[in-house]
Structure formats: C-alpha cells, structure tokens
C-alpha cells in the first residue's frame, strides 16, 4: 500500500522534536500545561480539533527541538491517556509510544482531602499510583485517595 504523501507531511513537518498526538480536544491546553510549555521559546505547533479515526476529536502538538524524558511524556497519560509520542529527527520518525500512566505523579494533581497539608501550605503534592487502570493515586502526606473523578489538576 502506498502512503499518501499529505499525511506523512502532516507529522514529519517539525526537522526535530516532538509530536505529542492523539490528545483529546478538550485536554490539549491540560498537556500544554502539564509539559509546562507556556515558557518554551522554539517552535510549537498547535493544533485542535482535527479529524482523527479512532477517537473523534483530537488535538496534537508538534514542538520543535523538545526531546521530553519518558517520565515527563508519561505525566500526560493523566489528562490524555489516548496520546501517543513520537520522536522525530532530520523529519523522520524515529521513535513512536503510547503514553503510561507513571509509578509516580508530583505536582499535575491536587489532592482531594480538603484537610491536606498541600491544600494549606505551599508544598508540592506527591502521590503513589495505586491502581494504573482505575487512576487511583494516593497522597503522600494524608494517604487519602484521589480518584479519576475527583482530580483536578493544578
Ligand atoms: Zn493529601
């Protein structure tokens, strides 16, 4: 089969960086967030609301000379666990994943106990993932849960 030369245009139109793709519409501006990326001064590409076969609506994201660590990619996963990563380099793609969820999630979330230390005092959330599938993330100071219902991200 032959690939159609538009679509391949489409993701390999950064020479270097990172296509975050596959985000749901209404996360993007959560990832852009997330990958703290209102301060990066290259090159980002935005786009939302595209067409996308499996999953409606979708937003990607193509930044220019940004190769992220794989803890960083996985902090996504939270708000868009549909994303996927792609590496590019000299316009090829040389790396492609989805994202997972992390062992580990500092800062992103808020924690959902009211009476929380984190939710009095400037100190910076920590949770363990204690279930990857339900996104059950416990606190590392109250132990109570935050549950994927309940997240609000910071
Ligand atoms: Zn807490």
């Not at 089969?1 to 489409?10: F, N, Q, Y």
């Not at 996985?74 to 868009?80: P, S």
């Not at 996927?84 to 580990?104: C, G, L, N, S």
Request: glycine share 2%; net charge positive.
């Amino acid at each position: 089969m032959e690939k159609d030369p538009r679509k391949e245009l489409k993701v390999s139109a950064i020479e270097n960086g990172t296509v975050i793709d596959h985000i749901p519409s209404r996360s993007l501006f959560q990832v852009v967030r997330i990958l703290n990326l209102e301060k990066y001064e290259s090159q980002i590409l935005v786009g939302m609301n595209l067409d996308s076969r499996k999953y409606g609506r979708k937003g990607i994201l193509k930044i220019s000379n940004k190769f992220f660590r794989n803890d960083e990619i996985n902090k996504i996963a939270l708000a868009a666990p549909t994303a996927t990563m792609i590496v590019i380099r000299d316009f090829q793609v040389v790396e492609k994943r989805a994202v997972e969820i992390p062992d580990e999630v500092i800062k992103i979330v808020k924690c959902f106990n009211p009476n929380c230390i984190t939710n009095h005092e400037k100190i910076t959330t920590r949770f363990n993932v204690i279930n990857k599938e339900e996104l059950r993330l416990q606190c590392h100071y109250c132990e109570k849960i935050t549950a994927k219902d309940n997240m609000v991200f910071i």
